[in-house]
């Protein structure tokens, strides 16, 4: 969604704080918006699975590593750069 210059991205997952600076990196005006229309768990990175921690187990990420990685890309794709 866009306001203005501010663009809005809704996201039905938890990101990690890398996923909102890399958007940020190509697109300052930004805003994720993790929850949105549910809750999927945690979406991390590849490297995250590898360094282990919570958001990365089996029941905190549904998902396979390479996951964040493919969305992030449809995120910066969709995203308008003005």
Not at 14 to 20: C, I, Q, S
């Amino acid at each position: 969604m866009r306001i203005g210059e501010l663009q809005l991205v809704a996201l039905p997952f938890e990101v990690l704080a890398e996923f909102g600076l890399r958007v940020k990196e190509y697109f300052p005006e930004a805003i994720i918006i993790s929850y949105a229309n549910g809750y999927e768990g945690y979406l991390p990175f590849r490297h995250d699975f590898d360094a282990g921690g919570y958001e990365a187990q089996i029941g905190s990420a549904h998902f396979e590593p390479g996951t964040a990685e493919r969305i992030l890309d449809v995120v910066l794709r969709g995203l308008d750069p003005g």
